[in-house]
């Protein structure tokens, strides 16, 4: 079978994420779609209804689902080369994907613990159907609603940094026809 690798001892090029890496962008990305999905349709429901405890308790344990991923995700990202851009990018570009990668980064670790710290100050536990997952801290309301702010500023925030990934990935598959998509596909 003949190899394209250019240097037959060196180690082939990478020229997709990891498996692992692959995997846990898509899956990830899903959650945090669903985590927004499902606090936005609170208000479709009547306060204090169950259908409406359901759906923001399915946005906690969405969330968490997302924190317990970060460390993992990042552990994969490091263990493998990254693939290179063909073409590559000027210095600019480049700046700035990365700069956008460590902002997504940042929000998949501080978005959930925000949104945890708020539950745990607030209510003393995060509560899912009948279990409880105990909060280690004493509650502290008006630092829970300190936080929330937060929380919801960075979560609003957040719709145009995904949208503006979102659409940088676009521009790099259909106008400039780089591999950059299918690296991760
Ligand atoms: C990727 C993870 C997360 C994202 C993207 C996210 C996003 C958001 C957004 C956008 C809002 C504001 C919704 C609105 O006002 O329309 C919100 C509210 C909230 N989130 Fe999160 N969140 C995440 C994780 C979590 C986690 C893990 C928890 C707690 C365990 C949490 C607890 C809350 C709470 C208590 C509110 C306020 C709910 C209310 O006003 O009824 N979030 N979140
Ligand atoms: C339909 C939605 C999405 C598409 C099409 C997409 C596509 C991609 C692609 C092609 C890359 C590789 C970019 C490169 O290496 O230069 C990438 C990287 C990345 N994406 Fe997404 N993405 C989506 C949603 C998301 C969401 C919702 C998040 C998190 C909030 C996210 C977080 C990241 C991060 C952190 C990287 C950097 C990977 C690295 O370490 O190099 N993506 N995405």
């Known amino acids: 079978m003949s190899s394209t690798n250019p240097h037959p001892t060196a ?6 994420y990891s498996a692992t890496s692959r995997r846990l962008h898509w899956l990830m990305a899903a959650l945090v779609v669903l985590a927004y999905v ?16 359901l ?27 990254t693939p290179a851009i063909m073409p590559a990018l000027n210095p600019l570009t480049r700046l700035a994907s990365q700069v956008t990668h460590i902002a997504l980064y940042a929000f ?12 745990f100050l607030e209510r003393g536990g995060i509560p899912l159907g009948g279990l409880m ?15 929330e702010d937060l929380h919801i500023t960075v979560g609003s925030a957040f719709y145009y940094v995904i949208g503006l990934h979102i659409a940088a990935v676009l521009w790099h598959h259909f106008l400039r026809r780089d591999n950059v998509l299918k690296r991760m596909l």
């Open 11 to 16: 180690a082939p090029a990478a020229f997709r």
């Open 38 to 53: 499902l606090i936005t349709s609170r208000s479709w429901f009547e306060k204090g209804s169950d259908p409406r405890l």
């Open 55 to 81: 759906v923001v308790q399915g946005h906690f344990w969405v969330g968490i689902a997302v924190f317990a991923l970060v460390l993992p995700r990042l552990l994969a990202r490091f263990a493998s080369p």
């Open 108 to 119: 998949l670790l501080l978005q959930p613990l925000m949104g945890m710290l708020v539950v």
């Open 133 to 147: 997952l105990p909060s280690p801290f004493e509650l502290n309301p008006h630092l829970a609603h300190r936080i």
